[in-house]
Nanobody, 124 residues
Framework: VQLQASGGGLVQAGDSLRLSCAAS????????MGWFRQAPGKERDFVAA????????EYADSVNGRFTISRDNAENTAYLQMNSLKPEDTATYYC??????????????????WGQGTQVTVSS
């Protein structure tokens, strides 16, 4: 499956952004979808994941309550709504996908497919 992330940009602290991840190549609803992020000089960290049907989600503690992951299987697209953004949210955000049904995987090695990344910069 090919993943194309978009929607990043430069915003101020407290603003919102919505990232999109368009998938192609295989049946979208067969994948758990997720987002990771990587700040300069830091490791790539789990952000959120959503189950194949969209009813179950998992979040990193740092974004829980501010970010919402969702998906539209009819449109082959996953989303990450980011509210109340903070400077520490600045990173490159990667859309990911994995086969199987477990949406609670937080390790980078648990995801087979990775998009190209979209930059999010939050100024203070």
């Amino acid at each position: 499956v090919q993943l194309q992330a978009s929607g990043g940009g430069l915003v101020q602290a407290g603003d919102s952004l919505r990232l999109s991840c368009a998938a192609s190549g295989r049946t979208f609803s067969s994948f758990v979808m997720g987002w990771f992020r990587q700040a300069p000089g830091k490791e790539r960290d789990f952000v959120a994941a959503v189950s194949r049907g969209g009813s179950n989600t998992e979040y990193a503690d740092s974004v829980n309550g501010r970010f919402t992951i969702s998906r539209d299987n009819a449109e082959n697209t996953a989303y990450l709504q980011m509210n109340s953004l903070k400077p520490e949210d600045t990173a490159t955000y990667y859309c990911v996908a994995r086969d199987g049904s477990d949406w609670r995987i937080r390790e980078t090695g648990g995801y087979t497919y990775w998009g190209q990344g979209t930059q999010v910069t939050v100024s203070s």
